[in-house]
């Protein structure tokens, strides 16, 4: 009969059910990583069981945070549909956008942890190495965060040029330099401490401050001044 719902589909049905009841009861910590992508997928494949392939893409990518992190394209040779892949990354951009307002308007130095929680999210995860520059305005307030460019910060003259230059058609008096390292190793090269020097010493000459160069991983960040290097 075309009314009928198969046994299976009542099941995933309750299931869901329960998993949202849980949500509703105790927040995103009720739930383990793969139930909540478990959750995600439900809401693009409904009246399927959707635990199974949560799991494997979790354990696949290596958590939560690298399967949301992942670029539309990695997703699609997973083979994943367009409304799955668009689950996954609405949810990204609803988390970092929760995390971007905790930052908007107030000084930078005032609301570190937010920021830094932030840049952990949005970077940590991706697998390649990005270079971003947050640019600030007398009260430390963020008047830019923009990503400079992709791969490693070698050609230290080039990119300190660009970043000089920018800092100046945006008005700015400071900034902050991240990037992430994909390896997941948070710690400094040889090169992120050259870039920064060179940086602070062309930056002092134009009377912008140069608060923190950022490093981010899977496993943590670092920051540089707080390690004696600035």
Do not use: C
């Not at 965060?145 to 080039?158: I, L, P, Q």
């Amino acid at each position: 009969m075309h009314g009928r719902v198969s046994d299976s589909s009542t099941g995933a049905s309750g299931h869901r059910s329960r998993l949202r009841q849980r949500l509703f009861d105790g927040g995103g910590k009720a739930l383990l990583d793969h139930e909540l992508v478990e959750y995600l997928l439900a809401l693009a494949i409904p009246r399927r069981d959707t635990k199974a392939q949560a799991k494997e893409l979790v354990a696949k990518f290596g958590g939560i945070g690298p399967l949301l992190s992942a670029s539309a394209d990695t997703l699609r040779r997973e083979g994943l549909s367009e409304s799955v892949i668009g689950a996954l990354k609405i949810a990204q951009a609803t988390a970092l956008r929760l995390l971007e307002t905790r930052t908007e308007g107030a000084p930078v130095l005032s609301s570190w942890d937010s920021l830094t929680d932030y840049l952990h999210a949005a970077m940590a995860h991706s697998r390649t190495e990005q270079v971003r520059v947050l640019f600030l305005n007398a009260k430390n307030i963020l008047i830019a965060n923009e990503a400079m460019w992709n791969g490693s910060v070698d050609e230290a003259s080039v990119h300190v040029r660009e970043i000089i230059a920018r800092a100046i058609a945006l008005g700015a008096t400071a900034l902050i330099i991240v990037h992430n390292h994909p390896s997941g190793d948070p710690s400094p090269s040889n090169q992120d401490i050259r870039i920064t020097r060179d940086l602070v010493e062309a930056a002092r000459h134009m009377k912008i401050a140069v608060h923190d160069h950022v490093i981010v991983g899977a496993s943590g960040r670092t920051s540089m001044r707080a390690m004696g290097l600035i």
